[in-house]
């Protein structure tokens, strides 16, 4: 197969939780330039809709939809959509997550059980509705976004997440056992692990850029170029001998 097709996307049909903004955009701008037909879902319906509407400017086939993912329900629902618009779904990006900076003893309870229902259990029920037809179809790639803080705890000049990165290490867990389980169908499981990309999540560290920037060895956060590719590439025909990898996406941080 020449270079250009195996960094190829055209004709594959891709989930994306989370793609109204954020890295979930930056992933399913760089999927719809390889070529590939999309679902964008999220908890906000309307700011959903407007991203896919950017993601067909660029000449996608691109649909948008509502969905809470730690709703079993609701995740039935759009994992049956995505069939009925498309046939199937070759690709899963398990991006949709809440964070949560604060020392573990003055995490409420709830910011707890939020942050495992939606990083946790949301990856649970779609990887487990959606890889239904990819085992059925015996073919599949499935994306898990995890975090540097799964490695290594944060600069306390920079945030403190423990509650958030221990969500982050269970999916790298998941991703290295489904990896060697869903082998025999022919679905490979990775996860991405990104350093510093300014989104709505970070916008309270807005303040701390200069402190973030001299804890990375390229000297710059990271920003849409650097990390829509990566994606890319785990979704494509050039990845198809990799499974269970993490592919750290940091300007160095972890080195």
Same mark, same amino acid.
């Given at each position: 197969?020449?270079?250009?097709?195996?960094?190829?996307?055209?004709?594959?049909?891709?989930?994306?939780?989370?793609?109204?903004?954020?890295?979930?955009?930056?992933? %399913?701008?760089?999927? %719809?330039?390889?070529?590939?037909?999309?679902?964008?879902?999220?908890?906000?319906?309307?700011?959903?809709?407007?991203?896919?509407?950017?993601?067909?400017?660029?000449? %996608?086939?691109?649909?948008?939809?509502?969905?809470?993912?730690?709703?079993?329900?609701?995740?039935?629902?759009?994992?049956?959509?995505?069939?009925?618009?498309?046939?199937?779904?070759?690709?899963?990006?398990? $991006?949709?997550?809440?964070?949560w900076g604060d020392e573990l003893e003055d995490t409420p309870l709830e910011r707890w059980d939020q942050m495992y229902n939606i990083n946790v259990r949301g990856t649970f029920l779609c990887t487990t509705?959606?890889?239904?037809?990819?085992?059925? $179809?015996? &073919?599949?790639?499935?994306?898990?976004?995890? &975090?540097?803080? %799964?490695?290594?705890?944060?600069?306390?000049?920079?945030?403190?997440?423990?509650?958030?990165? &221990?969500?982050?290490?269970?999916?790298?867990?998941?991703?290295?056992?489904?990896?060697?389980?869903?082998?025999?169908? $022919?679905?490979?499981?990775?996860?991405?692990?990104?350093?510093?990309?300014?989104?709505?999540?970070?916008?309270?560290?807005?303040?701390?850029?200069?402190?973030?920037?001299?804890?990375?060895?390229?000297?710059?956060?990271?920003?849409?170029?650097?990390?829509?590719?990566t994606a890319v590439f785990l979704a494509s025909p050039a990845a198809n001998y990799i499974t269970g990898h993490v592919l750290v996406v940091d300007g160095g941080m972890l080195t």
């Amino acid at each position: 197969m020449h270079v250009t097709k195996l960094f190829s996307l055209e004709d594959k049909v891709a989930i994306i939780t989370g793609g109204s903004k954020g890295l979930g955009f930056m992933i %399913a701008e760089g999927f %719809a330039e390889a070529g590939a037909r999309l679902l964008l879902c999220s908890r906000k319906q309307d700011q959903c809709e407007e991203a896919a509407e950017k993601i067909r400017a660029l000449g %996608a086939d691109c649909h948008a939809t509502g969905c809470d993912v730690a709703d079993p329900d609701a995740v039935k629902a759009m994992a049956a959509l995505a069939l009925k618009r498309f046939g199937k779904v070759d690709i899963l990006v398990n $991006n949709a997550g809440m964070a949560w900076g604060d020392e573990l003893e003055d995490t409420p309870l709830e910011r707890w059980d939020q942050m495992y229902n939606i990083n946790v259990r949301g990856t649970f029920l779609c990887t487990t509705e959606v890889g239904r037809n990819m085992i059925a $179809n015996k &073919s599949g790639k499935i994306i898990n976004l995890a &975090s540097i803080t %799964a490695f290594k705890a944060s600069d306390p000049a920079i945030a403190i997440t423990p509650a958030y990165a &221990s969500t982050k290490g269970a999916l790298l867990t998941l991703t290295k056992s489904l990896a060697r389980y869903w082998a025999k169908h $022919n679905i490979t499981v990775n996860a991405i692990a990104p350093g510093i990309f300014p989104s709505s999540a970070t916008k309270g560290l807005d303040k701390k850029v200069n402190i973030m920037e001299a804890a990375i060895p390229l000297g710059r956060l990271g920003y849409t170029d650097d990390f829509k590719g990566t994606a890319v590439f785990l979704a494509s025909p050039a990845a198809n001998y990799i499974t269970g990898h993490v592919l750290v996406v940091d300007g160095g941080m972890l080195t």
